[in-house]
C-alpha cells in the first residue's frame, strides 16, 4: 500500500534519515535547515532510529566530528543552511579530501549580508569547487528520494565523496506537499550496510589519515579527487535505476522537460523548475515552442548532457540564484562553456536572491528574450 | 629517494599504513640538549613515555630504559613531567 503523506521538505528527509538510521548525525542548528533536525532527533528521541546525534557548538564542529565519524565506520550524515555551510566550508575541503562519505542536506539560504534567512543558491555556490557532489531538488519529494539515494552514492567504492542534497530553502524546506514513502524496509534494504574499502580507523591496524602532502604528492591527491567525483556520474545513474525499479520515480542528472522541437529553453536549479514547467505548459498550450533545462546534479557538473539537451534550441536563458559580483553568474558561465561552439544564442539572469519571488510573469518574459540581467529588481529597465 | 607514484596509484585520500610510512631520522633536528637518565631514581610510571610527542621514549616491554636520539628534539618534555626528577636536559 502507498504511504502518501503531507510533509514539508525538512519533514520528508527526516523520515528519509529515519529510514536510513545512520549512525552519528553530528548537527548544528540553522534556519531553515532546523526543521530537518529537529524532526530527526524526535524520531530519535523516540526510539524510531538508533542513531547517535551529537550537539556540537558550531557547524566548523559537525563537519570536523562527521569526518571523524565517517573515517571510525559509521555512516554519517549531517545538515545545515548559509552561514552555517560557511563556517563549514573549511571542514568540508578536507571531508572531500579524507573521501570522507558524509551525506549532508542542505536547505539552501542566502549568504550574509545583509542578514537573510530566505532562499538562494549562494551557499552551495560558496562551496562549488570543494570536491562535494551536489544534487538539487525541485520539491520535497525529491528531496526525500535524492536523500534516500545519497548514501549509496556517497559510499560507492569509486566514489567515496560528501553528498549534498540541497533543497530551496522555505520553499521546499517549509512548505507541504504530499510525499510518497517508501517502506522503511525497503529503504533499509536499499542503503544496505556501511562498507567502505578506506582503511578506517582501528587500533588493531593503525593508519595516518589526513596526512600532509608536500608539493611532490599534493597535485596527485587533487587529481585522485576529480576522478572521484567524474566517476560519481556513472554511479549515480547505476543507482537511480536501482531507485526507479524500488520507487518508479526516475532520477537523471539532467531532467529535460518538453525539450522535444523547443526553440527557446530555460535552464534551472532547484523549485524554481516547478514553476518553469507551469509556465511552459501554459505557453506551449498557446503554440509557443518552449521548454525546461532543470539539473539535478550541479556537481558533477553534466556537460555533455546539457549540450545533448540544448543541440536543437536556438535560444537559451539560464537562471541564476546567486550573483557572482563582476563576473558572469556561475551557471550561466558553466552552461556557456558546456554549449561553447554551440550556434544557440545564450544569455543569463540573475533572479531571487534572499528569497525574492520568481512569477510566472517573469518566466513569461525571460522566455520572450524581454528581461533584464537582473529579474525582479527594483530600479532596472524593462522591469516586468 | 623512493620512486614518486602516479595519482592511480596511491591510496585512497593518501591514509598511510606503518608498514608503507618512511621512517626518516628527526632526531638530527634537536637543538642543543638531550635528555639524560639517571636509571636509579626511575620509577617506571612512564609519563615520560606518554607525554613525548615522538617515538624517544624506548621501553623493554612495560620498561623503561632510555632514549632513541634518532627521534628527539629535545623538547625536554620528559625532563618536565617526569615526578622524582630523574630525567635532565644535558648540552649535546
Known amino acids: 500500500m502507498t504511504d502518501v503523506r503531507l510533509l514539508t521538505g525538512g519533514e520528508a528527509v527526516a523520515h528519509a534519515m529515519r529510514q536510513i538510521d545512520p549512525d552519528v548525525v553530528p548537527v548544528y542548528p540553522i534556519t531553515p535547515q532546523t526543521p530537518i533536525i529537529q524532526t530527526f532527533a524526535k524520531f530519535v528521541a523516540d526510539g524510531a532510529a538508533q542513531t547517535e546525534i551529537v550537539n556540537v557548538e558550531s557547524e566548523h564542529s559537525a563537519m570536523s566530528a562527521a569526518i571523524g565519524a565517517a573515517l571510525a565506520g559509521a555512516r554519517t550524515m549531517t545538515a545545515t543552511s548559509s552561514q552555517g555551510l560557511a563556517l563549514m566550508a573549511e571542514i568540508v575541503y578536507i571531508a572531500a579530501s579524507m573521501r570522507a562519505p558524509i551525506v549532508m542536506a542542505l536547505g539552501n539560504r542566502a549568504l550574509s549580508g545583509p542578514i537573510n534567512i530566505h ?104 587529481r585522485q579527487q576529480a576522478a572521484a567525483i567524474e566517476a560519481s556520474a556513472t554511479a549515480f545513474g547505476e543507482l537511480a535505476s536501482e531507485f526507479a525499479q524500488l520507487s518508479g520515480r526516475s532520477y537523471g542528472e539532467i531532467e529535460e522537460y518538453r525539450l522535444e522541437g523547443a526553440s527557446t529553453a530555460i535552464v534551472a536549479l532547484g523549485s524554481t523548475a516547478g514553476t518553469v514547467k507551469d509556465v511552459v505548459d501554459e505557453l506551449r498550450e498557446e503554440g509557443e515552442s518552449v521548454g525546461l533545462l532543470k539539473l539535478t546534479s550541479f556537481r558533477p557538473f553534466p556537460a555533455a548532457a546539457i549540450a545533448a539537451a540544448l543541440s536543437g534550441v536556438d535560444f537559451v536563458v539560464v537562471l541564476d540564484r546567486a550573483d557572482s559580483p563582476g563576473a558572469t553568474p556561475p551557471l550561466h558561465a558553466e552552461v556557456a562553456a558546456a554549449l561553447y561552439g554551440s550556434s544557440c544564442e545564450l544569455s543569463g539572469a540573475v533572479y531571487g536572491l534572499g528569497g525574492r519571488d520568481l512569477h510566472p510573469t517573469h518566466i513569461r518574459a525571460l522566455f520572450a528574450g524581454a528581461a533584464p540581467s537582473y529579474v525582479g529588481l527594483r530600479g532596472d529597465p524593462c522591469r516586468v | 629517494m623512493a620512486e614518486l607514484r602516479d595519482w592511480q596509484y596511491l591510496p585512497v585520500a593518501g591514509a598511510v599504513r606503518p608498514e608503507d610510512a618512511a621512517r626518516p631520522l628527526t632526531g638530527g633536528w634537536r637543538t642543543g640538549e638531550r635528555p639524560a637518565v639517571d636509571l636509579p631514581k626511575c620509577v617506571n610510571c612512564l609519563l615520560c613515555w606518554f607525554y613525548c610527542p615522538d617515538s624517544a621514549i624506548v621501553l623493554d616491554g612495560e620498561t623503561f630504559t632510555g632514549f632513541d636520539l634518532d627521534y628527539c628534539k629535545g623538547c625536554a618534555i620528559c625532563a618536565e613531567v617526569c615526578p622524582v626528577g630523574a630525567i635532565a636536559m644535558v648540552p649535546e
Open chain 1, 119 to 222: 532562499c538562494d543558491h549562494s551557499d552551495s555556490m560558496l562551496i562549488r569547487d570543494s570536491g562535494v557532489i551536489q544534487l538539487f531538488a525541485e520539491s520535497a519529494q525529491e528531496a526525500y528520494d535524492l536523500t534516500v539515494i545519497a548514501p549509496r552514492l556517497a559510499e560507492h567504492p569509486d566514489v567515496l565523496l560528501p553528498v549534498l542534497v540541497c533543497q530551496d530553502g522555505f520553499t521546499i524546506t517549509h512548505s507541504a506537499e504530499p510525499v510518497t514513502l517508501l517502506p522503511d524496509a525497503a529503504v533499509r534494504h536499499f542503503v544496505g550496510d556501511y562498507s567502505i574499502p578506506n582503511d578506517v580507523l582501528d587500533v588493531a591496524r593503525p593508519t595516518t589519515q589526513g596526512p600532509f602532502a608536500m608539493p611532490d604528492y599534493y597535485y596527485e591527491f587533487r
